[in-house]
């Protein structure tokens, strides 16, 4: 499983629009890029998930350059009630078991 | 509304004393799994099933107990709970051509006396 690295904690000021950038040095060929938000005591949001170049939804952009290496997830605009955390995951719908695992997260905090 | 119901939301039993977690999905899933997750280890799995009577351990399966007898259900039992397994639950299940975009319950906040 590719391990994942991004950023513990990021702040944030309403209005804003927050880029957390993950980087997924050893991503396999059938890998997907997966988003997930949490909020406190509730169980984990699919957000958006892509495969190359730029995915968008009404939620969130996926930025993944060509080498896959990395990614970027962008939140447009960020109110306080996008305080989360964010999870990024590396994960092939083929795998047997279908383990999604989770790392740290990002810790967003928005600001008034 | 699709979703994944996990009861109860939250529950204090003492050290020894069977439970069960019950998990339910209406999405017509053929996958489904469940989780712990603890301050400083993030998520875990702990069980999973690809189908119905199908079922297979995940990272930490030692102390629980699953079925899959119906493709909706899912329900964790914990046989003798202990003060280690003190933890938030987390029920997920997905579709097996789409795993890695899955839908999680609430939550079961579990306290062990």
């Known amino acids: 499983l590719a391990k994942t690295t991004q950023p513990i904690s990021m702040d944030s000021y309403e209005g804003q629009e927050v880029n957390i950038t993950c980087s997924h040095n050893?991503?396999?060929?059938?890998?997907?890029i997966t988003w997930y938000q949490q909020f406190p005591s509730q169980g984990p949001r699919f957000i958006i998930q892509?495969?190359?170049t730029k995915v968008t939804n009404e939620v969130a952009s996926l930025f993944i350059p060509a080498d896959r290496k990395s990614s970027t997830l962008s939140l447009p605009r960020v109110s306080l009630s996008d305080t989360a955390v964010y999870y990024c995951l590396v994960a092939t719908n083929g795998a047997a078991g279908n383990k999604l695992t989770f790392g740290g997260g990002t810790r967003v905090l928005v600001k008034p | 509304e699709a979703q994944v119901t996990q009861n109860p939301r939250y529950l204090i039993t003492v050290t020894g004393k069977k439970l069960t977690v019950t998990c339910s999905q209406n999405?017509?899933?053929?996958?489904m799994s469940w989780y712990r997750q603890d301050p400083g280890l993030g998520l875990r799995q702990i069980y999973y099933s690809m189908n119905v009577e199908v079922t297979d351990k995940g990272d930490v399966p030692e102390g629980y107990k699953v079925s899959r007898k119906e493709k909706r259900n899912f329900p964790l039992i914990l046989e003798s709970p202990s003060p280690n397994q003190t933890s938030l639950y987390f029920c997920?299940?997905?579709?097996?051509?789409?795993?890695?975009?899955?839908?999680f319950g609430q939550g079961t906040r579990l306290t062990v006396v």
């Open positions: 892509g495969y190359k």
């Open positions: 050893n991503i396999a060929t059938n890998d997907y």
């Open positions: 997920a299940s997905s579709f097996r051509r789409d795993r890695v975009m899955a839908f």
């Open positions: 999405m017509n899933h053929e996958y």
